[in-house]
């Protein structure tokens, strides 16, 4: 038994003419995590390679394609948590680096840290052999103009949830945070119950949207809580949810259980994502 479910980022409709190629992409991020599930890899490595996968896609806002912030410039945010350990690793406001889910997960196995920042994160990049990219590289023509244009409220941001064939669960996510942001922004994604969460007992969740909102509801470690009382995966994913809503939040979440279950839930006008699972179950959404 596996499970992975991939987002592609909750949002505004604006981007809806990308919506099948989204789709695509989503569900070749998910197969390409399955095909590591399905040959007895870990759940770690699953989500870490699906991220990978979504990062590389200009489509998406994360690695290359990130948003912009106010100075025109990509400052990149993800974090990766371990169900099966409860480690964590994450980094945010990082430069230089091409996939920073696995300057995270680096982070987590080869630091005593669980979040560096910055200057430091790109530093701890070069010391552990991750080669810097050029200047500007993760910029795409598309969010050049729209920062040039200002018309980012864009956001969105990629993630990545599983369970391996252990019953391990792991998660994953990565962004480029919000359009214009101000220089040293952090939003939710590098941040452990905000952004990911994976506790092997419970759940793995990963959020998307504006993390100004998501960060004040904790809303990955929601989902866990509410499969911790007991609550079905769905009914959890949605109760997060309207707790994100409440407060005016804008995002979504996917979420895994131990025992395969998969979930996901917004209240963003569109969100992209896929799901395979050893059944032979699998899908995309973008509605
Ligand atoms: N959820 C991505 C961000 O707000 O940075």
Redesign the pocket.
Known sequence: MFSIVVHGGAGPKRDQESGDAARASCLAAAERGAAILSAGGSALDAVEAAARWLEDDPLFNAGLGAVLNADGEVEL?ASVMNGETLEAGAVAVVKTVKNPISLARLVMEKSPHVLLVGEGADAFARAQGVPAIAPGSLVTPLQRQRWLERTGAT???IGAVAVDQRGQVAAATS?G??AGKLKGRV???PLIGA?TVADSRWAAAS??????F?IRVGLARAVLEGVRRGAALNLACEEAIAELKRIGGD?GLIAVTPSGGVGWAFCSERMAGAFVKSTGERGTFFD
């Not at 959020?207 to 100004?212: D, V, Y």
Request: hydrophobic share 10%; aromatic share 0%.
């Open positions: 945010d956001h969105g941001t962004t945070g919000t939003g939710d994604s952004g959020s998307t949207g504006l993390g100004e998501i995002g």
